[in-house]
Structure formats: structure tokens, C-alpha cells
């Protein structure tokens, strides 16, 4: 039985990791700023115990408020899943420094606090995972998201940099980088295009597995890369996207 904490589970992937790391029996506790949603997650039947911090990655001390408040729940840490995320589109002529910080400062900022605040809880753990969700984003654009993209091209390299400082202590750093995800996490972008429901019959044409994923699809590798049999793996972005960064 694992010790988890997922910042990002009210829904879409945090969510489907959530019930699959409770159905093999760890208990979780859920940080999220959307309360009502984190609760309806957690008060699912399963064998693993679950529980709900509000906490709000966008402020500074948003992050240590859900590590401190997971780990005196929990009686310490096994695996950090920082999962928190925003996704904006706009034409750049729109953009303000303020829409440009608060991206950042979930995307990029949160997790290294998170990780910052968690690794002397993970450093005790005998089989600790810091895991964060990048993007297929990292390693190409779209027009109208130059904060996710940026954010989550630098969350790649801040994967890198912690693995290599942390694996000393027996922590494992790796991303899981998810391509096209049925979930409302993507809306903002699809009600930026002219027309929404070509626009998605067009990029499902150009993914070689032919649909987006769900979120289990990634859910799956999240669990892998915080078990045991994922031992050896720290510093990778593992993406999942159906093919489609590969054509």
C-alpha cells in the first residue's frame, strides 16, 4: 500500500489515477482547487482510502499547503503526482503579462515547489516517485498557447535536472507527456477554432491510432512509472499520444 498525492484530480487524468492507484489499495489524498469535484472523486466505493485538500496552485504557498496537509493525512509520502495544469488560447495581440504568470506559475512553478517541499518526505520512502504531467506540447506548437507550451517544454528539463539532484536520495523523476486527451481540460483550445467539430475530425485523421486518447490510456503509464517495475526509469518524458508526434 502506497502513500500518493495527486495535485490535480477532480477530474480528466488526476481523476482516473486517483480510482486506479486506490483500486490496487493506496490510499490518496487529492489537492485540488475545484473542492466540489476533488470530493465527488474521493467519495468513490474503492479499497483505497481517499481524501481532499483545497489548495490552489497558482499561489506561492499553494504547493506546501498540499504536501504538508498529504503528508500529516498520510503519515508521510511514497509518490507525488503533480498534475495541476492550465490550458489558455488566445491570439498573441491578446495576451497580458498577468494570463503569462498565472500559466507559468501553475504549470511550471507549482511543480517545482511541489518538489522542493515533498523530497525530504520522499527521501524517507523506500520506493519514492515524484511524477509530473508534461505534454506532447514540449516538443511542438500550436498558434494561440505560447504559455503551455513554453511551460510544459520547461517542465521537461526541470524533470532532467531533478532526477539527476534526487536519484541520490532515492527519489525517481520522470513526466508522462499525454497527446490528445478527451477531456474538458482541451475546450479552451477547441472553442478557439472557427470550427470545432471539423477541427477535431482533422487532428483525429492526423493521429495514427485514429482517436484521442481517454484518460485511463494515461492513467495506465502514470501507475507504471510510480510502481516498483519502473525501478530503473527516472528522467524520461514518457509520451502517450496514440502516434501522434511520431508522424
Known amino acids: 500500500m502506497a502513500r500518493i498525492l495527486i495535485v490535480g484530480a477532480a477530474s480528466g487524468i488526476g481523476a482516473a489515477s486517483a480510482r486506479t492507484f486506490r483500486a490496487q489499495g493506496d490510499d490518496v489524498v487529492i489537492a485540488d482547487i475545484d473542492e466540489a469535484g476533488a470530493r465527488l ?27 504538508d496537509c498529504a503528508a500529516a493525512i498520510l503519515g508521510g509520502l511514497d ?16 495576451w497580458t503579462p ?7 506559475a501553475v504549470n511550471l512553478r507549482a511543480p517545482f515547489l511541489l518538489a522542493q517541499r515533498a523530497a525530504p518526505l520522499l527521501a524517507m520512502s523506500p520506493s519514492a516517485s515524484l511524477l509530473f504531467t508534461s505534454s506532447t506540447g514540449a516538443f511542438r506548437g500550436h498558434a494561440g498557447m505560447p504559455a503551455y507550451h513554453a511551460s510544459k517544454a520547461g517542465l521537461v528539463n526541470l524533470v532532467r535536472v531533478l532526477a539527476d539532484e534526487l536519484s541520490p ?23 478557439s477554432q472557427t470550427d470545432p467539430s471539423n477541427a477535431r475530425r482533422q487532428l483525429e485523421a492526423s493521429i495514427p491510432l485514429r482517436r484521442q486518447g481517454v484518460p485511463q490510456d494515461v492513467a495506465d503509464v502514470v501507475i507504471f512509472l510510480c510502481s516498483p517495475a519502473a525501478r530503473y526509469i527516472t528522467g524520461q518524458a514518457i509520451v502517450v499520444d496514440g502516434g501522434y508526434i511520431a508522424v
Not at 79 to 94: M, T
Open 98 to 104: 498577468a494570463a503569462w504568470d498565472h500559466s507559468l
Open 41 to 67: 472523486v474521493a467519495d468513490e466505493v474503492l479499497p483505497g482510502r481517499a481524501s481532499v485538500v483545497v489548495a490552489d496552485m497558482a499561489t506561492p504557498d499553494g504547493p506546501s499547503r498540499a504536501v
Open 79 to 94: 509518490v507525488v503526482f503533480a498534475n495541476a495544469a492550465v490550458l489558455r488560447s488566445a491570439p498573441l495581440e491578446d
Open 169 to 191: 536520495r532515492g527519489i525517481r523523476v520522470n513526466a508522462v507527456c499525454p497527446g490528445w486527451i478527451d477531456t474538458p481540460f482541451n475546450d479552451p483550445y477547441w472553442s
